[in-house]
T-cell receptor
Framework: SQTIHQWPATLVQPVGSPLSLECTVEGTSNPNLYWYRQAAGRGLQLLFYSVGIGQISSEVPQNLSASRPQDRQFILSSKKLLLSDSGFYLC?????????????FGSGTQLSVL | GENVEQHPSTLSVQEGDSAVIKCTYSDSASNYFPWYKQELGKGPQLIIDIRSNVGEKKDQRIAVTLNKTAKHFSLHITETQPEDSAVYFCAVINDYKLSFGAGTTVTVRA
């Protein structure tokens, strides 16, 4: 079976500090990978998605970047955090190909930028 | 991207009663409509989905109905239980990506 791991669960960072959130998927090959952000009381905003190693698509202009150094590893980064980067970050994966609509989410990272 | 509106934003029901959440979308070409449940501090989980070639799908106490003409779909939870308390999100696929509604916080009162 497939599993997704996301860490850390919570993170408190000062403004201007760097960020690195990591996500890995087990039990499948060549998954589609996604980073979402969830602001308090709001829906899920797609930040980045990747259909393969080194292939990153950005959905919204922002202070964040994503990388996929390995097939099942997805990293969300920032060089200098802003207050507005606070939120709940979710990594997700889907199967490659025609059945890629179903998303499987990680447990999320609560990021507080102070 | 796709515009998905979800109502209500909060819903409080007595245990045993039914809960209904409705979503509307704008792109008539959309053909896949999932519902996700998010418990506190966790990631969302898919609970039921429907494709545009059917009008209704049921899984035990949960059902989803789709009206493609009116471009809306609804989640129905019958005989609600305390463990149904969570945030529920609808979503619509558009250009191979999911667009989510803003979520509905459901509270089941004992």
């Amino acid at each position: 079976s497939q599993t997704i791991h996301q860490w850390p669960a919570t993170l408190v960072q000062p403004v201007g500090s760097p960020l690195s959130l990591e996500c890995t998927v087990e039990g499948t090959s060549n998954p589609n990978l996604y980073w979402y952000r969830q602001a308090a009381g709001r829906g899920l905003q797609l930040l980045f998605y990747s259909v393969g190693i080194g292939q990153i698509s950005s959905e919204v202009p922002q202070n964040l970047s994503a990388s996929r150094p390995q097939d099942r590893q997805f990293i969300l980064s920032s060089k200098k955090l802003l207050l507005s980067d606070s939120g709940f970050y979710l990594c997700a994966w889907s199967f490659d190909g025609a059945t890629n609509e179903k998303l499987f989410f990680g447990s999320g990272t609560q990021l507080s930028v102070l | 991207g796709e515009n998905v509106e979800q109502h209500p934003s909060t819903l409080s029901v007595q245990e045993g009663d039914s809960a209904v959440i409705k979503c509307t979308y704008s792109d008539s070409a959309s053909n896949y409509f999932p519902w996700y449940k998010q418990e506190l501090g966790k990631g969302p989980q898919l609970i039921i989905d429907i494709r545009s070639n059917v009008g209704e799908k049921k899984d035990q106490r949960i059902a989803v109905t789709l009206n493609k003409t009116a471009k809306h779909f609804s989640l129905h939870i019958t005989e609600t239980q305390p463990e149904d308390s969570a945030v529920y999100f609808c979503a619509v696929i558009n250009d191979y990506k999911l667009s989510f509604g803003a979520g509905t916080t459901v509270t089941v009162r004992a």
